[in-house]
């Protein structure tokens, strides 16, 4: 349910200026009933101005005096064009001063850390541009030897359900982008523990796979070739004879 802007101002000014219950307050502000109860007794937003919701078009007065006239009554927002799609505004978050100079550390951890993140998720993230992202990851920003890698949900640029969302996202679009052969590669963990280790070659004799030492060539090896069949010789049987 959409909530009207500076919610405790206007619970001030309804509990200040009509008869509603406190837990219709609460239900149409977003606040706890006891908060709206320390609002009436003085203990609560005490200094604050009320903000009137019929002039600022966030109640009508017909709402209102249906809600007195119904303590079962909701109060609803009323209805405003140009509000339509304010939470689904386009662009970098927003960053507070005190915390921009600790952005190129929180971008440092994320390239570090989540390398499966795209720039446009970082930049959406931490509220930041492609090429401060692109100059991290090359290790070309101007201060790259003095940054630290931080956690941005330390810093509160973001949190840890967007960062965790943002990685799922990710994961998700590189499994979807691998080839097969890539795929192929990935087994399980209790796959990868119960298959037996590959024996490995070690470089130095890379290439001699083929190369035996079995009892036949060492029987080879051994026959040593006798002296007269290096040379022609005739055969002296022949000269005997005559």
Request: proline share 6%; aromatic share 4%; net charge negative.
């Amino acid at each position: 349910m959409a909530k009207p802007i500076m919610a405790k101002a206007t619970a001030v000014w309804l509990v200040d200026n009509t008869t509603l219950s406190f837990k219709q307050i609460a239900d149409f502000c977003g606040l706890h009933e006891l908060e709206v109860q320390g609002i009436a007794d003085g203990d609560v937003a005490g200094g604050v101005r009320g903000f009137d919701p019929v002039a600022n078009n966030q109640l009508t007065a017909e709402e209102i005096k249906a809600g007195e006239e119904n303590p079962m009554h909701k109060l609803k927002l009323k209805f405003n064009a140009a509000a339509q799609g304010e939470e689904k505004r386009r662009g970098p978050r927003y960053t507070p001063l005190s915390k921009r100079q600790d952005r190129p550390n929180s971008i440092l951890w994320l390239v570090k850390f989540h390398p499966e993140l795209s720039d446009g998720q970082i930049a959406k993230l931490v509220g930041t541009t492609k090429p401060t992202i692109q100059s991290i990851r090359e290790r070309t920003h101007w201060n790259i030897a003095n940054m630290q890698p931080i956690d941005p949900v330390a810093l509160g640029l973001c949190k840890q359900t967007e960062l965790d969302a943002a990685v799922q996202k990710a994961a998700k679009n590189r499994e979807a982008n691998m080839t097969d052969d890539e795929r192929r590669k990935l087994l399980s963990t209790e796959d990868s523990l119960s298959a037996e280790a590959e024996p490995r070659i070690p470089t130095a004799i890379s290439g001699l796979e083929g190369f035996s030492l079995s009892r036949d060539d060492e029987e080879k090896e051994d026959k040593v070739p006798d002296a007269d069949s290096f040379f022609n010789l005739p055969d002296n049987s022949d000269e005997d004879d005559e």
